[in-house]
């Protein structure tokens, strides 16, 4: 997935996290690793690390963390170069290039292996799933789709040692405070009883089947199937639970598509419908998508949407690969999608998966 365009770094953290995490921890033979060669990236004054990981530790004590926990977790804890070298092989954030197109990607992530998978899932997982979409307001396939591209349905999940990444990361010191946060929060899950050889992810910091950070594990984790353990890298219910309250959390709005798709009269005059006004998050995203307008108004210019969707629900029209390709609607849950991972092909796919997982 390195060909996806790559977010500002003042956006906020879960943003930038997700994007990053979401597009590293797919599968190990995801493009990103692939075109990520460990290459000698030294590591920044590494006789400085066990100084950094005593500041850590402090901090860690003035937050509460058990004294216990901060010493198990900091003991032997050495940088990991292959991290620091992932992580500088990251695309820029300031290119100006046109972004690639949507359709190759759509065809590699929307694909059979992921709908069957989705649809396996569903068929084993019984009464457990409509107790979900009921408690939670998100669809089933929606949450579905977040999995499978995630991990692929807990397949990948990875096998860093979250405690070395996260301090490597905070040590590299590019986004020092946000993997700074991420480690405490990390000595914190296991204060709370998370045992240390479930603390396996990506090599920025993401674990378990949903490739949640320890700050959204902390605040949002769910116990789904009622054991009394939030335990997103075994629990299928656990999981889906998980990925239901980040949703809701983030603003899902019950009953409502992410998005349809739609025929646009060729000769509709687009220039006119691009946004004025720059987004205060994930600019480079939200700058593709038109003016919002009710889809009543794109009806009276002649936009047809292709599924059932309210007149009064409120759409922007996306047309990815421009003018006479596939266009959508999409509402303001497709918003929710990009808040769980930034990115216009990330969302589109995962919109797309639901779909498909529901047929
Ligand atoms: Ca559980």
Redesign the pocket.
Known sequence: MCQIPRMSLTQPLRLLLTAVLAQTATAPSAPAQQAAPVIAAPTPDEAAFPGYLQLLAARARAEGVSEATIQRMIAGLTPNPRVVALDRSQPGTSTTSAPPPFSPYLRTHVDPSRINGGRAMRGTLGDVLPQIEQRYGVPVPILLAIWGHETNYGRYTGDFDLARSLATLAFEGRRRELFADEFIALLKMVDHGVPRERLYGSWAGAFGNPQFLPSVYLRLAQ?????????IWH?K??TLASIANYFRDSGWRPGQPWGVRASVPAALERAQFMPRLESPVCARVHARFARWKSVAEWKALGIVPQAPIGDQVMASLFEPDGPGTPAYLLTGNYKVILEYNCSNYYALSVGLLADEIAR
Do not use: Q, R, Y
Not at 223 to 231: L, P, S, T, Y
């Open positions: 116990d789904g199937d009622g054991d009394g353990d939030a335990d629990s219910p656990d």
